[in-house]
Every structure is written in structure tokens, then in C-alpha cells.
């Protein structure tokens, strides 16, 4: 599933849907969690104690989500996002990848330009 940013009130049209596809071009199907593909690695295995950093890099245009269902028992989108939040509190955006950096930046950019 692709997560898509538009705003009809605003009314910006179809040409103004910002989708992760465009951001994460290795991932076959996209989900907002391949933005931070290596921290989200790097977090699993911190708070699962759980590496699937070799998995990630051997299938890597397959959604972190889908290694994470398939490696991390009773695995939940939910608790990812609160030990994401939990490391945000203790980092910041320089302890993202340059991968990541560049891909939040296209897209905030993005964001930014259709909301103008």
C-alpha cells in the first residue's frame, strides 16, 4: 500500500498526490516505513533484539514492513511507531542515513511546493 499526501479541501488535484514510490524507487510496493528503512532496522534490532539488517540489504525492494511480519513475532506497526518515537527522542535527524536524509528532504521539499 502506497500512503498518498493530498489535500482535496485545498484543492489541489490529482497531479499534486505525493506517493512513497516516488521517494523509495528500490522498493517494489512502498509503505511511509521505507523512508526510514536502515533506522527502523537498526531499532528492531535494539528493541527486539532481532538483526534483520542482512535480510533488508539481501531483499531490498521488498517492504521493511513485509521482513519485519515475517522476522519479528506478533510484529505491530503500532509498536514500531512508538519505539520510533522513543528513539526520536534521544536522536535527531542526523542520526538518519544520508539515503534517508535525501529521501525525507525530496519529499518535505515536495510537500512544501504543492502547498504554495
Same mark, same amino acid.
Given at each position: ?10 484543492? %489541489?488535484?490529482? /497531479?499534486?498526490? %505525493? ?5 523509495? $524507487?528500490? =522498493? ?6 521505507? @523512508?526510514?528503512?536502515?533506522? %527502523?532496522?537498526? *531499532? ?5 533484539? #532481532?538483526?534483520? /539488517?542482512? *535480510? ?7 517492504? #521493511? =514492513?513485509?521482513? +519485519?511480519?515475517? $522476522? =519479528?513475532?506478533? +510484529?505491530? /506497526? ?17 542520526? @538518519?542515513?544520508?539515503?534517508? #536524509? ?5 519529499? *518535505?521539499?515536495? *510537500?512544501?511546493? =504543492? @502547498?504554495?
Amino acid at each position: 500500500m502506497s500512503y498518498n499526501v493530498a489535500y482535496p479541501e485545498l484543492g %489541489l488535484g490529482n /497531479k499534486n498526490i %505525493l506517493r512513497t514510490k516516488d521517494y523509495c $524507487q528500490n =522498493v517494489t510496493s512502498p509503505e511511509i516505513e521505507d @523512508l526510514l528503512r536502515d533506522t %527502523l532496522v537498526r *531499532i528492531v534490532e535494539t528493541e527486539y533484539s #532481532i538483526d534483520c /539488517k542482512s *535480510i533488508a540489504d539481501s531483499q531490498s525492494t521488498r517492504g #521493511i =514492513v513485509s521482513i +519485519f511480519q515475517s $522476522q =519479528v513475532p506478533n +510484529f505491530s /506497526k503500532y509498536d514500531l511507531a512508538k519505539h520510533f518515537i522513543k528513539w526520536c527522542k534521544s536522536n535527531d535527524a542526523s542520526s @538518519l542515513t544520508e539515503d534517508e #536524509i535525501s529521501n525525507w528532504t525530496k519529499l *518535505i521539499e515536495n *510537500i512544501n511546493k =504543492v @502547498l504554495k
